[in-house]
């Protein structure tokens, strides 16, 4: 499994997008692309448990067969405005091998497109004088001169475990949460 | 009958000649413990010219990895077809004396020339080499250094167990034969990845016992203890190798082991002469004071013997996926079995199949449970150990009894229990038991008394630890409490209560500190490991009479009695070991005294009241004050009162882990419910410093 190898760089810099299969996905009008190697599975959005405190794009956990595994929400993560679920809405299931263990963690995407191989004439790295890295893009797919396809590093979108909190949460953590709702809860009480 | 054995051993060897791979280290290691039995076995028939043989190939596979391994097992291959001739002949003469059927001389295998100098080579190149070889260096060393660690440890494990069972009577023979052939092993082992400490440790003390075999001389507690600590020793080693093993660096040099090497030699020479005998007297004299236990423990041995059953080593992580994926038939069998559209189908065949599979699922589950129990006589053991070494060191005369050693517990928490036993055990030792003249003069035996006992109590593991000591002493301990600022002045504590400031951190009642308690650092940590486990711990004492710890624990860490709570359209799990009980309070037991924080009294008890669904961030909680529900939870550290919507069931669930993703300190785990949806279990320890935090940031507002 070369993407387990991978998974252990810690440099994200330094990770290009290779050539191969890719999942194509939708998220707000972009085109994006998941190694297929990473890909376990693509299910429908099934109820999700919410767990209380903690990141924000962390949407819950799921029972998927068995197994408790989160769901992150793609859009929240992107920094993207979060919308209601359509009928596309589907939950893609991504594997990777962070340091030390394999991870399970399920993304919610607006839409599943196809899988597509992308030979090297096709693969390019971002453009640089763009913060696209930060962004967790590796890579521009550019099947056909017209399309456009945002190459992901799955490892460092979820490791957001180890960053901290995640940047989209910063500033909205929960404890001014419970104390606008505290005194209010309070004052219902009496 | 010998030749059978050597046929056998034969046998193993040629199939693993067959199917061996000259790159393949662990088929080489096989050979050459294979070799090794051989030559074993040999030996003690005196069959020199075999056994020989087989320790020059054991050296010659050792030494030569890979060049010329291929020639080798060519020539080993057709040496053993000669040497399997040559027992069947003997087996022909049918003569019992070694002498005249061991194989004749011309007959004897065949060497290759290059075989005896490689030998050669590998000795002298071996011990100059020391332990600084790098484990680090191939995978393949790794490999064989992880074998003989798991190899190395089994044997130690078996060793401990025997020399414990035995230390106050005489070893016999089967025991002897048993240690020879653990040390042997390790020595084996050890030699073939190039150990020379475990090796060395083991030939002195494969000597020392091939002396008692012999009758040299006799196994006395000189020996044995002598024994005893050989084997720590090399438990010792082989942590460190473990240790190595995990860090990737090399295996430190132990300077203790050359010293009890020496010791251990020192003992064989000497048993030649007589004048030593005098000074071992007083040893046998105490073991033999010792009569009235000897039947007992003998009782005790015979009953272990005949458990000893066939087993099979599984990867501990099959056995773990294994055990989840059976939690998930449960759930999935019950989600069917209450199928409300399967309820309408009237149908008997229907009904019966569902009645089978359900009493299948739970048989399943409970084996599939078992699988990871281990009985707690290893536990046992080692606690064994602790008090005779810990009552030579203090000066006191402890008989330690051990009782329910068979029953069972999880083997994940084996570990975590470690820890706690040791501080318990060296409480009970250092300050518990008295010394003599204490005890003479109150009219105690002299011989103090530890007992440790574990049974099964519904559905949860209980281990309890007495001694027959002077008790714990309540005044001095809220003496102790007032000056550390435990308690305040005035406040009167129950006996248990006072009991409870043992497990504060840093108490100790103690005015002398010795080596090995009185510190004040111990009894918190068993309190926290006890409380990581889901368990509970109580004392109990009398003051002159003793002192008794008393832990309860769930029998598996994997299954817990949860508590379904609700809140909101929300449902959450409390673990049942942590709740005190749940009530309905009616409206005057609330206050309010500061406005944001709430106290529920109950029965003059009082407990900070938290919302759930403030603490979570529950929309839609009902929060009717006229018909709450408050769950009194115990935690680690305080008690407190949640309120929640609804206490819906108990049941129990299977624990599955959350990823760290999820950043939830308040969570635990989670689980999943009997109709597909998970439940996350409460962690009752993090919800007082949450509950501080919010009480926090409210001052800040207010």
């Known amino acids: 499994m070369p993407h387990a190898e991978q998974g252990a760089q810690s440099e994200r810099a330094s990770k290009l997008a290779q050539p191969g299969k890719y999942l194509l996905f939708q998220l707000a009008g972009e085109t994006y692309g998941f190694p297929i190697l990473q890909v376990r599975e693509i299910i429908s959005l099934e109820s999700i448990t919410r767990v209380p405190r903690t990141s924000q794009c962390v949407l819950g956990v799921i029972n998927l067969r068995g197994k408790v595994i989160p769901v992150m929400d793609l859009r929240t993560r992107f920094e993207l405005e979060r919308i209601p679920?359509?009928?596309?809405?589907?939950?893609?299931?991504?594997?990777?091998?962070?340091?030390?263990?394999?991870?399970?963690?399920?993304?919610?995407?607006?839409?599943?497109?196809?899988?597509?191989?992308?030979?090297?004439?096709?693969?390019?790295?971002?453009?640089?004088?763009?913060?696209?890295?930060?962004?967790?893009?590796?890579?521009?797919?550019?099947?056909?001169?017209?399309?456009?396809?945002?190459?992901?590093d799955v490892d460092a979108i979820v490791r957001f475990d180890e960053e901290g909190v995640l940047r989209a949460a910063a500033g909205e953590t929960s404890p001014p949460n419970i104390t606008e709702r505290e005194p209010h809860e309070d004052t219902n009480r009496r | 009958m010998a030749n059978d054995d050597a046929r056998q051993l034969l046998d193993e060897l040629s199939s693993l000649l067959l199917l061996c791979k000259v790159q393949n280290s662990s088929d080489l290691r096989a050979i050459f413990v294979s070799l090794g039995k051989l030559e074993q076995a040999c030996k003690s028939e005196h069959w020199e010219i075999v056994s020989d043989a087989a320790n020059l190939y054991r050296d010659a596979v050792r030494a030569d990895a890979s060049e010329r391994m291929g020639e080798l097992?060519?020539?080993?291959?057709?040496?053993?077809?000669?040497?399997?001739?040559?027992?069947?002949?003997?087996?022909?003469?049918?003569?019992?004396?070694?002498?005249?059927?061991?194989?004749?001389?011309?007959?004897?295998?065949?060497?290759?020339?290059?075989?005896?100098?490689?030998?050669?080579?590998?000795?002298?190149?071996?011990?100059?080499?020391?332990?600084?070889?790098?484990?680090?260096?191939?995978?393949?060393?790794?490999?064989?250094?992880?074998?003989?660690?798991?190899?190395?440890?089994?044997?130690?494990?078996?060793?401990?167990?025997?020399?414990?069972?035995?230390?106050?009577?005489?070893?016999?023979?089967?025991?002897?034969?048993?240690?020879?052939?653990?040390?042997?092993?390790?020595?084996?082992?050890?030699?073939?990845?190039?150990?020379?400490?475990?090796?060395?440790?083991?030939?002195?003390?494969?000597?020392?016992?091939?002396?008692?075999?012999?009758?040299?001389?006799?196994?006395?507690?000189?020996?044995?203890?002598?024994?005893?600590?050989?084997?720590?020793?090399?438990?010792?080693?082989?942590?460190?190798?473990?240790?190595?093993?995990?860090?990737?660096?090399?295996?430190?040099?132990?300077?203790?082991?050359?010293?009890?090497?020496?010791?251990?030699?020192?003992?064989?020479?000497?048993?030649?002469?007589?004048?030593?005998?005098?000074?071992?007297?007083?040893?046998?004299?105490?073991?033999?004071?010792?009569?009235?236990?000897?039947?007992?423990?003998?009782?005790?041995?015979?009953?272990?013997?005949?458990?000893?059953?066939?087993?099979?080593?599984?990867?501990?992580?099959?056995?773990?996926?294994?055990?989840?994926?059976?939690?998930?038939?449960?759930?999935?069998?019950?989600?069917?079995?209450?199928d409300p559209d399967l309820r309408h189908v009237r149908s008997p065949k229907l009904a019966n199949n569902l009645r089978q599979m359900a009493k299948i699922t739970r048989d399943l589950q409970k084996i599939a449970l078992q699988l990871r129990m281990v009985p707690v006589r290893g536990l046992f053991t080692r606690t064994a150990r602790m008090v005779r070494e810990l009552s030579r060191q203090c000066n006191k005369q402890i008989r330690f009894t051990a009782e329910g050693e068979a029953t069972e517990m999880d083997r994940n928490m084996v570990e975590l229990l470690a820890d706690p036993l040791v501080h318990i055990i060296r409480n009970a030792v250092d300050h518990g038991i008295e010394d003599a003249a204490e005890r003479e003069a109150a009219g105690k035996p002299v011989e103090g008394s530890i007992r440790i006992s574990a049974y099964h109590e519904s559905s949860n593991l209980v281990i309890e630890i007495a001694d027959d000591g002077r008790g714990l002493d309540v005044d001095k301990l809220i003496a102790r409490g007032y000056e550390r600022g435990l308690i305040s002045t005035g406040q009167s504590l129950s006996d248990t209560e006072a009991y409870e400031l043992v497990f504060a951190p840093g108490f100790s009642t103690t005015d002398t500190v010795?080596?090995?308690?009185?510190?004040?650092?111990?009894?918190?940590?068993?309190?926290?490991?006890?409380?990581?486990?889901?368990?509970?711990?109580?004392?109990?004492?009398?003051?002159?009479?003793?002192?008794?710890?008393?832990?309860?624990?769930?029998?598996?860490?994997?299954?817990?009695?949860?508590?379904?709570?609700?809140?909101?359209?929300?449902?959450?799990?409390?673990?049942?070991?942590?709740?005190?009980?749940?009530?309905?309070?009616?409206?005057?037991?609330v206050r309010a005294p500061g406005g944001h924080s709430q106290i529920l009294q109950v029965r003059g008890k009082t407990y900070p009241l938290y919302k759930l669904s403030a603490l979570l961030e529950i929309p839609e909680a009902r929060e009717d004050p006229q018909n709450m529900h408050a769950v009194i939870v115990e935690s680690a550290s305080h008690s407190f009162a949640l309120q929640v919507d609804d206490v819906v069931a108990q049941q129990q669930v299977v624990i599955k882990g959350l990823e760290k993703q999820l950043q939830s300190k308040i969570f635990s785990g989670a689980a999943i419910l009997s109709d597909g949806q998970i439940g996350l279990i409460i962690n009752v320890d993090e919800v007082v410093a949450i509950a501080n935090d919010y009480g926090h940031s409210m001052q800040g507002v207010a």
């Open chain 1, 85 to 152: 679920a359509t009928d596309e809405t589907v939950i893609i299931v991504l594997q990777c091998e962070l340091s030390d263990r394999l991870l399970t963690i399920g993304a919610v995407v607006d839409d599943v497109r196809e899988v597509t191989f992308l030979g090297a004439e096709h693969v390019s790295a971002p453009p640089a004088g763009t913060h696209l890295e930060d962004e967790f893009v590796v890579g521009i797919g550019t099947p056909q001169e017209s399309q456009i396809i945002f190459l992901l």
């Open chain 2, 73 to 338: 097992i060519e020539g080993l291959a057709q040496s053993c077809e000669e040497l399997d001739g040559q027992i069947a002949w003997a087996q022909q003469a049918h003569k019992p004396d070694p002498e005249t059927a061991s194989p004749p001389r011309e007959k004897s295998p065949v060497v290759p020339s290059f075989v005896m100098g490689g030998a050669i080579n590998v000795n002298t190149a071996h011990d100059s080499a020391g332990e600084v070889r790098s484990v680090s260096r191939a995978t393949e060393e790794v490999e064989n250094m992880i074998d003989f660690y798991s190899e190395a440890q089994d044997a130690i494990d078996q060793n401990e167990r025997l020399l414990l069972d035995h230390q106050d009577g005489e070893l016999d023979a089967n025991s002897i034969a048993a240690l020879f052939r653990a040390f042997h092993t390790i020595k084996g082992v050890a030699g073939f990845v190039g150990l020379t400490q475990p090796t060395k440790l083991a030939h002195s003390t494969e000597s020392l016992l091939g002396g008692v075999r012999r009758g040299d001389m006799s196994a006395d507690q000189v020996i044995l203890d002598l024994l005893l600590e050989s084997n720590e020793r090399m438990q010792t080693l082989v942590a460190s190798v473990r240790l190595a093993i995990e860090a990737s660096t090399s295996v430190p040099l132990d300077e203790r082991v050359d010293d009890l090497c020496r010791r251990i030699d020192a003992a064989v020479s000497r048993e030649a002469s007589p004048e030593d005998q005098p000074s071992r007297q007083p040893a046998i004299a105490t073991s033999a004071d010792d009569d009235a236990a000897v039947p007992q423990r003998l009782a005790s041995r015979s009953q272990g013997s005949t458990q000893i059953r066939d087993t099979l080593k599984v990867d501990v992580g099959r056995v773990d996926s294994l055990v989840e994926m059976v939690g998930e038939m449960v759930i999935v069998e019950s989600m069917i079995t209450g």
């Open chain 2, 514 to 589: 010795t080596a090995f308690s009185g510190r004040g650092v111990g009894m918190d940590v068993v309190r926290k490991n006890i409380k990581s486990m889901r368990g509970r711990i109580g004392i109990q004492s009398k003051p002159g009479q003793g002192t008794a710890f008393r832990l309860v624990l769930p029998l598996t860490l994997a299954i817990i009695d949860g508590t379904l709570i609700s809140c909101g359209r929300e449902t959450y799990i409390l673990p049942t070991l942590s709740i005190v009980e749940s009530i309905r309070p009616k409206q005057g037991m």
